[in-house]
């Protein structure tokens, strides 16, 4: 019997190992699945710099590569008029949710601040200021 006790425990090391692998890669699954944030930006045709606000907002998905999704639409929309007024920001503005679809900033206005929706981003994604 004693000699088999050696191998015993290799057999349980083994599966213990193997259990923490598991582990291990089921962890990493999870985080790579999660959604990123979704970042809308509603803008009124006309605004004066609307092509560099346009561009500012999608330049957050190479700044936040695969945990940002931006998009772009047109205020003036059925749909994008509807959102507006659930958001309560006016006629024009950005929204960011998590991926939940829960709120975590929103900026009325036109004109935007990009300093703030980073810093929102930031803080929803647990990163430090740069």
Same mark, same amino acid.
């Given at each position: 019997?004693?000699?088999?006790?050696?191998?015993?425990?290799?057999?349980?090391?083994?599966?213990?190992?193997?259990?923490?692998?598991?582990?291990?890669?089921?962890?990493?699954?999870?985080?790579?699945?999660?959604?990123?944030?979704?970042?809308?930006?509603?803008?009124?045709?006309?605004?004066?710099?609307? &092509?560099?606000?346009?561009? %500012?907002?999608?330049? *957050? $998905?190479?700044?936040?590569? @695969?945990?940002?999704?931006?998009? +772009?639409?047109?205020?003036?929309? &059925?749909?994008?008029?509807? %959102?507006?007024?659930? *958001? $309560?920001?006016?006629?024009? @503005?950005?929204?960011?949710?998590? +991926?939940?679809?829960?709120?975590?900033?929103?900026?009325?206005?036109?004109?935007?601040?990009?300093?703030?929706?980073?810093?929102?981003?930031?803080?929803?994604?647990?990163?430090?200021?740069?």
């Amino acid at each position: 019997m004693a000699p088999n006790r050696p191998l015993l425990h290799r057999a349980a090391g083994f599966r213990l190992l193997s259990l923490g692998m598991l582990g291990l890669c089921l962890l990493a699954l999870a985080a790579c699945g999660k959604k990123p944030l979704q970042v809308v930006y509603y803008y009124k045709a006309g605004t004066p710099d609307l &092509a560099r606000m346009i561009a %500012d907002v999608a330049a *957050l $998905e190479k700044e936040f590569p @695969g945990r940002v999704a931006t998009r +772009s639409i047109d205020a003036s929309t &059925a749909d994008a008029q509807r %959102d507006l007024t659930k *958001l $309560e920001i006016g006629t024009s @503005g950005i929204a960011v949710r998590n +991926s939940n679809s829960v709120m975590i900033f929103k900026q009325g206005g036109s004109a935007l601040d990009m300093a703030r929706v980073k810093e929102a981003i930031r803080g929803a994604l647990g990163i430090k200021e740069p």
